[in-house]
């Protein structure tokens, strides 16, 4: 069973939104500051947000002012509500710790498109 499990990608049109979610192993998620990562067919998986065990976050400035990560010490989970998307923001979203140490998990598509 993965440590890492993302879900809540799918299908949207611009300007619409979505809310990703991922569970992490309690020895993951504990300790660590955690992070939200995208890959775009052809391109290398960059950064997209992190938060500290504290609440401090961090965003790239393509996303910032639509995405807001947060997350849930209580359930081991983070995550990643995304609004008013364009089309650049179709990728794979991966989660893991910030900076990343562990495996990537299968990841959730994210489509935005008309």
């Known amino acids: 069973q993965g440590q890492l499990v993302e879900s809540g990608g799918g299908l949207v049109q611009p300007g619409g939104s979505l809310r990703l979610s991922c569970a992490a192993s309690?020895?993951?998620?504990?300790?660590?500051?955690m992070g939200w990562y995208r890959q775009a067919p052809g391109t290398q998986r960059e950064f997209v947000a992190s938060?500290?065990?504290?609440?401090?976050?961090n965003y790239v400035d393509s996303v910032k002012g639509r995405f807001t990560i947060s997350r849930d010490n209580a359930q081991n989970t983070v995550y990643l509500q995304m609004s008013s998307l364009k089309p650049e923001d179709t990728a794979v979203y991966y989660c893991?710790?910030?900076?990343?140490?562990?495996?990537w998990g299968q990841g959730t598509q994210v489509t935005v498109s008309s």
């Open positions: 893991n710790t910030f900076p990343r140490r562990y495996n």
């Open positions: 309690r020895s993951i998620f504990s300790t660590n500051a």
């Open positions: 938060i500290t065990n504290g609440g401090t976050t």
